[in-house]
C-alpha cells in the first residue's frame, strides 16, 4: 500500500485540487541538515505520515505545523470546526505555514526548511530540533498544480519562496528549462540543483533589487511561458503588475503569492491580496 496519494497536473493551465478530510498528524524527526547559517532542513516520518498527499510541480504546496508546548512538551492538533481550527478549549491555535519541500515515496518522509530564529516558537523548535522530536503537521489541505506545457518557466521570491522555487527548479517537466531570481541576505545562498540551460541568480536583500532583476529579464517574445513568484506581499504586488500589465503576460500564465508582509506578524498568507486582474 503506498504511504502517499501522489498527483499530477496533465492540463495546460494550473489546477486546483481540494482534500478533504484535512490531514492531522503527529509525525518524528527522522533527521536534520543545516543547509546554511539560518537554514535547517528537518526530514520527518513515522506511522501517521501514511497517506499524505503530494503533487508533483505543485512547488508552493504547503502544511500548516504545530510545535510542542514550550512549557510543557505537549503537541496538542486542532479539530476542524466551521470557524476553522479550534483547540480543545476552543480558542485557535498558533500553527505556521511551511512549503513541502520534498517528498520520498520510498523512504515516506516529508522534508520541510526552517528559517532558524529566536523570536518565534517554529523557529527556536527548529534551532533545536534532533531525532526522535515530534511535531504536529496539518494539511496539505489543497494543491495549485503548476501546468506542465510550457518550455520556460520563470521563478521569483525571497528566502520564504526558497523551498517552492527549489522544487519548481528540481521538477521542471522533460525539456522546460528555468530562470530563477532568488534575494537572499549574504551567506544565505544554496546549492540548488540547476538542470542544464536553467539559470539562477541570487539578488541582494536590498529595496527593489528583486523587481529591477525581473524587469532586467529578456522575456521570450511568443509569450510561451509561465510565471511563479512568492515573497513578501508589496514586491510581490508590484512584480505581478510588471508581468500582467507591461508585459502583458496573460493570467492563466502567473502565479503570484504574498507569503508575508513587512510590519505584519503571524500573518494568514491566504487572506494576503497581490492582484487578481
Known amino acids: 500500500m503506498p504511504c502517499a496519494t501522489e498527483l499530477t497536473n496533465t492540463t495546460g493551465h494550473v489546477t486546483r485540487a481540494r482534500i478533504e478530510p484535512v490531514g492531522r498528524r503527529l509525525l518524528t524527526v527522522v533527521r536534520v541538515e543545516d543547509v546554511t547559517p539560518h537554514y535547517r532542513r528537518i526530514v520527518l516520518g513515522g ?3 501514511e497517506g499524505f498527499s503530494f503533487a508533483r510541480f505543485a512547488c508552493g504546496d504547503h502544511v500548516k505545523v504545530v510545535v510542542p508546548d514550550e512549557a510543557t512538551g505537549d503537541i496538542v492538533l486542532p479539530q476542524p470546526t466551521p470557524q476553522g481550527p479550534r483547540l480543545p478549549d476552543g480558542s485557535r491555535p498558533v500553527m505556521r505555514d511551511y512549503t513541502v519541500r520534498a517528498w520520498d515515496g520510498e523512504r515516506c518522509e516529508l522534508t520541510l526548511d526552517f528559517v532558524v530564529h529566536e523570536h518565534g516558537p517554529a523557529g527556536r523548535w527548529a ?7 515530534r511535531i504536529g503537521v496539518l494539511g496539505p489541505r489543497g494543491h495549485v498544480l503548476f501546468p506542465q506545457n510550457y518550455p520556460v518557466y520563470l521563478a521569483v521570491g525571497d528566502a520564504t519562496a526558497l523551498p517552492a522555487i527549489a522544487r519548481l527548479l528540481e521538477e521542471l517537466p522533460e525539456g522546460a528549462r528555468a530562470v ?11 546549492d540548488l540543483a ?10 541582494p536583500q536590498a529595496s527593489g533589487a528583486l523587481e529591477a532583476a525581473v524587469r532586467s529579464w529578456r522575456a521570450p517574445h511568443d509569450g510561451d511561458w509561465f510565471a511563479f513568484a512568492a ?3 508589496g514586491v510581490m504586488t508590484a512584480i505581478r503588475r510588471y508581468l500582467r500589465h507591461e508585459v502583458g503576460l496573460p493570467k492563466e500564465q502567473v502565479d503570484v503569492d504574498g507569503y508575508w508582509k513587512a510590519g505584519v506578524a503571524g500573518l494568514d498568507h491566504h487572506t494576503v491580496t497581490v492582484g487578481d486582474d
Open 180 to 190: 530563477a531570481f532568488v534575494a537572499v541576505a549574504d551567506g544565505e545562498e544554496q
Open 194 to 203: 540547476v538542470r542544464a540551460g536553467s539559470e539562477l541568480t541570487w539578488v
Open 231 to 233: 515573497g513578501e506581499a
Open 47 to 49: 506511522p501517521e505520515v
Open 127 to 133: 534551532a533545536r530540533a534532533a531525532a526522535g522530536d
